[in-house]
């Protein structure tokens, strides 16, 4: 049985183009997991995940989608089940979130990269076990703001503490400055960690400072890898912690 990652695209994106974009593919080949590119519905002429905020006209069961969709890979192929995971970038963050929330009894961990919580997803979230939880964000970000927007997106700090009390972590964070190994891509990174859990989960953050909405290691920052680092988050956990 081996691990499956979900990969999210963005909003207006598709699955071919985060697949292309963020080298997924090369770090499932070398660690030896699935990696999954679903693809969203329309909603109004753009392809969407169904996450309440921006997309609350939307009417598309999106986590009963990707409940099907893992039966059916499941059947196909022999995956670990404590060890499935979800990952996006942006509506794809969000997506990732929502399941965390609401299909926790599937999900082991997720990762966020420029995607955040909509109300929605926040006031009703009602996960069943300890999350970890990774946060990538620019602190610059112009598509998903990184302070929030009260009528559509939860700031990044307000979802972080919502799982740093849900996983009963230390409320001291752990605070570590990623080495500015380019710098010519004006921004520099810090690797946030909430520690202590309950199961032993962390809640972490890598806070862009000075990045925009992207993928580190692809383009923006270029001082870490976003894929390479979300799949070594993923690779400490399974669904019990």
Known sequence: ???????????????????????????????????VYPQGTLLQGSIHWNVGGWTTGSTIDDVGFTASLL?????????????VYSTGMSNGGYMSFLLACQMSDKIAAIASVTGSMTPQ???????????PILQ???????????????????????????????NNCNTSAIITAIPDINIF???????????????????????IYGGDHDWPGVWG????????????FFSRY???G
């Open 136 to 166: 990538i964000h620019g602190t610059n970000d112009q598509t998903v703001p990184y302070i929030g927007d009260p009528t559509w997106t939860e700031s990044i700090d307000d979802v972080l503490q919502y799982w740093v009390a849900y």
């Open 185 to 207: 891509d004006g921004s520099t990174a810090e690797h946030i960690v909430y520690d202590g859990g309950d199961n032993d989960v962390t809640t972490e953050h890598f806070k």
């Open 221 to 232: 920052n270029m001082d870490i890898h976003a894929s390479a680092e979300v799949w070594k």
């Open 1 to 35: 049985p081996i691990p499956l990652v979900f990969c999210f695209h963005g909003y207006t994106s598709s699955a071919s183009t985060i697949m292309s974009n963020v080298n997924f593919n090369y770090v499932s080949d070398t660690a030896g997991f699935i990696v």
């Open 71 to 83: 039966d059916f890979i499941s059947t196909t192929y022999t995956i670990d089940d404590t060890r």
């Open 121 to 131: 997803t926040y006031n009703a979230c009602n996960p069943q076990h300890p999350t």
């Open 238 to 240: 399974n669904i019990n």
